[in-house]
């Protein structure tokens, strides 16, 4: 007796998070030069049969089809019968064959999840040596090192100062008195985000943006965007400019129409900080490597807009309580007397099924925290974290929802 199409033996959700993970180790080898070409050719095909496992045998895929596939939306490796949920739409290589800036996101959560149970505190409930750190993911580093005096206010100052100043000239990041250990981690502005000489701030974050010129000599054209992409796509910051001449700066154009945000997600969008980005020269300045900005100054800018809202609204509320066990403490107060408290801890994952990964192999939330939360733009990871999440007794919601959450509690309005 034959079948159409024989039973695989992981569930949906594992296919999905297997062929994610093969593409992201597929990509960089498919679209860079880089490496002995024996070994990215290895490397293609263990990616191709991690792909054809999660398939199963009832859903066979060529080598060849497999490299096509692996250009274009990543729901097209999944087989037949799968809901591709938070994979649909996602491109691990962008229009010009490079790898997209979502696969550095990727990557790097992937091995924060492998790193998530080593970084446990030691047996005497110490946290970490310097010396134990090295070779750990930057921003965990960044972490360890602004929680080495044990102060709560040293670890609040450091943290903010470095959500709001990914970027500036060396007396300015000097100036925010942040632990010396903490100055390797900026850099000179990174050729990426360079045209010339030249460099611009993204408006949101104040992150060096990306750089890129296309067309052919005579008829080209620059564009520059924030590689955090609900700044680039959802807040507007994405831009082109005309080639201007050798060593005059580029002024930039909007590239997009920004969409309108309801009155509800305007409470905690990120400020514009000035109008439309003007050049900078490089000389002189510097920016934090990509891995603490991604995951810790983009995160902390809503973790702080949230603090800021709720103190406005005049709910007690702490930000990184005890050296950032978890994110926020609010403890509103009801209208009649009771007093409620939400212990929040932000996640901002590009993807949804390495956060679900991380929070299983976390056991929960290890600080404490009893809702997880995610920034709105990413709103589609709630249904997967949700099913997660009940297994530990959390729960999940966005920013805004928490926030509305919060003040309904202690009967105040959110906008």
């Not at 005096?149 to 007396?171: A, F, H, I, K």
């Not at 973790?303 to 609204?313: G, M, N, P, Q, T």
């Not at 929960?364 to 995610?374: E, F, L, M, P, S």
Request: aromatic content about 8%.
């Amino acid at each position: 007796m034959t079948h159409d199409m024989p039973a695989r033996h992981m569930t949906d959700q594992e296919a999905r998070e297997r062929v994610m993970k093969a593409a992201a180790r597929a990509v960089p080898a498919f679209t860079t030069g880089d490496g002995e070409p024996t070994k990215r050719l290895q490397t293609l095909m263990d990616a191709h049969g991690e792909i054809l496992a999660a398939r199963g045998p009832g859903s066979p895929l060529k080598f060849s089809a497999f490299l096509d596939s692996l250009t274009g939306d990543l729901a097209g490796l999944l087989p037949a019968g799968v809901e591709p949920e938070e994979l649909e739409g996602v491109h691990l290589i962008d229009p010009d064959g490079y790898p997209a800036d979502e696969l550095f996101d990727i990557t790097y959560e992937q091995q924060m999840v492998l790193d998530a149970v080593r970084h446990k505190t030691r047996r005497d409930g110490s946290p970490p040596t310097i010396e134990e750190l090295e070779g750990e993911l930057d921003q965990v580093i960044v972490n360890e090192v602004l929680r080495q005096t044990g102060r709560q206010g040293d670890y609040v100052n450091g943290r903010r100062n470095l959500s709001m100043v990914p970027s500036g000239t060396e007396e300015e990041i000097t100036e925010l008195g942040l632990p010396a250990r903490i100055f390797q981690f900026y850099q000179p502005i990174d050729h990426a985000a360079l045209f010339e000489q030249w460099w611009f701030a993204c408006p949101f974050c104040q992150w060096p943006m990306k750089v890129t010129v296309h067309g052919r000599p005579g008829e080209r054209i620059g564009r520059v965007r924030c590689l955090y992409p609900a700044h680039a796509e959802t807040l507007g910051a994405h831009y082109m400019f005309s080639i201007p001449e050798v060593g005059a700066p580029p002024v930039l154009l909007p590239m997009l129409d920004v969409p309108r945000l309801s009155a509800e997600a305007k409470v905690l969008a990120p400020e514009v900080r000035g109008e439309i980005p003007v050049a900078v020269p490089a000389v002189g300045h510097w920016a934090l490597k990509r891995g603490p900005w991604r995951y810790t100054t983009v995160p902390g800018l809503t973790e702080i807009a949230l603090f800021e809202v709720l103190r406005e609204r005049d709910v007690h509320v702490d930000l990184w309580p005890d050296l950032d066990s978890y994110d926020i403490k609010a403890v509103p107060v009801s209208p009649s007397g009771e007093k409620v408290e939400f212990r929040i801890d932000i996640k901002d994952f590009t993807s949804g099924f390495l956060l679900a990964e991380k929070i299983r192999r976390d056991k929960g939330d290890q600080g404490g925290a009893k809702w997880i939360v995610v920034p709105d733009y990413r709103h589609t990871q709630l249904p997967l974290l949700r099913r997660v999440c009940d297994e530990y007794g959390l729960r999940v919601a966005t920013a805004t929802v928490m926030g509305k959450m919060i003040c309904e509690t202690a009967g105040v309005r959110w906008v």
